[in-house]
């Protein structure tokens, strides 16, 4: 099947056979596709926590408006964002930027200066919602590739961020959970697969000059 029909298969998974499992391949696919996406400026504020132990999402139910695919699903990737943007980490990015392309560190030098003062400059809310931009791209972009693997999901805002962090000790590793998105596979007997999409027209929807 082509990408819109793909598409057009896809939808936000409201039960998930809890006795269906991703594959190791699938898996890595995810995980290199999170890893590939865009970012702003390349810097990577985004990381993706993994959960695939059944009582650990049975545990952050609760914490989910009580949604039972996260219990459900094969895994549950949870978005998180890194709560410090600073020289070093701005320093970490340009030294893997020499290393893998051997651009000089002098040509380096004024964008890399640029970025540090930047995010000095910025409030820590602003630095929060920035990466949480990127993690919005991450959560669009892997949503695409699992409809293209054929692999369910349901995209999630609606969770306690603060319980989450807790419940997988993210606040020590710099971490703040800010989406969620179950992956797997549809049950059977879930009737929301089968209805149609509710979507403008397109000319609705694009302008084009």
Same mark, same amino acid.
């Given at each position: ?6 598409l057009?298969?896809?939808y936000?998974?409201?039960a998930?056979?809890?006795?269906k ?5 699938q898996?890595?696919?995810?995980l290199?596709?999170f890893?590939?996406t865009a970012?702003?400026?390349g810097l990577? @504020?985004?990381?993706?926590v993994?959960?695939?132990?059944k009582?650990k ?6 914490a989910?408006?009580?949604?039972k695919?996260v219990e ?5 990737l ?7 943007i600073?020289?070093?980490?701005v ?9 893998i ?5 002098t ?5 890399k200066?640029f970025?540090?003062d ?23 972009n ?9 692999i ?7 969770f306690?961020a ?8 993210l ?7 800010v989406?969620?998105? @179950?992956?797997?596979f ?5 009737m929301?697969?089968?209805?149609k999409k ?5 000319e609705?929807?694009v302008v084009?000059?």
């Amino acid at each position: 099947m082509g990408i819109i029909e793909q598409l057009q298969w896809r939808y936000a998974t409201k039960a998930f056979n809890s006795e269906k499992f991703l594959t190791e391949e699938q898996l890595s696919t995810l995980l290199q596709a999170f890893n590939l996406t865009a970012t702003s400026y390349g810097l990577q @504020p985004i990381k993706l926590v993994v959960v695939q132990n059944k009582e650990k999402q049975k545990q952050l139910v609760a914490a989910t408006m009580g949604q039972k695919q996260v219990e459900q699903a094969s895994h549950v990737l949870v978005f998180c964002i890194q709560t410090s943007i600073d020289k070093e980490f701005v320093t970490e990015y340009f030294d893997r930027v020499h290393n893998i392309r051997n651009t000089p560190k002098t040509v380096l030098k004024p964008f890399k200066n640029f970025l540090i003062d930047d995010f000095e400059n910025k409030s820590q809310n602003q630095i929060e919602v920035w990466a949480t931009n990127q993690a919005y791209l991450a959560m669009g972009n892997l949503m695409t590739v699992c409809a293209m693997e054929g692999i369910d999901a349901c995209p999630m805002e609606g969770f306690e961020a603060h319980k989450y962090d807790e419940l997988l000790g993210l606040t020590p590793k710099g971490l703040r959970s800010v989406l969620v998105m @179950p992956i797997g596979f549809r049950a059977d007997d879930d009737m929301f697969a089968s209805f149609k999409k509710v979507r403008k027209n397109l000319e609705d929807s694009v302008v084009i000059w």
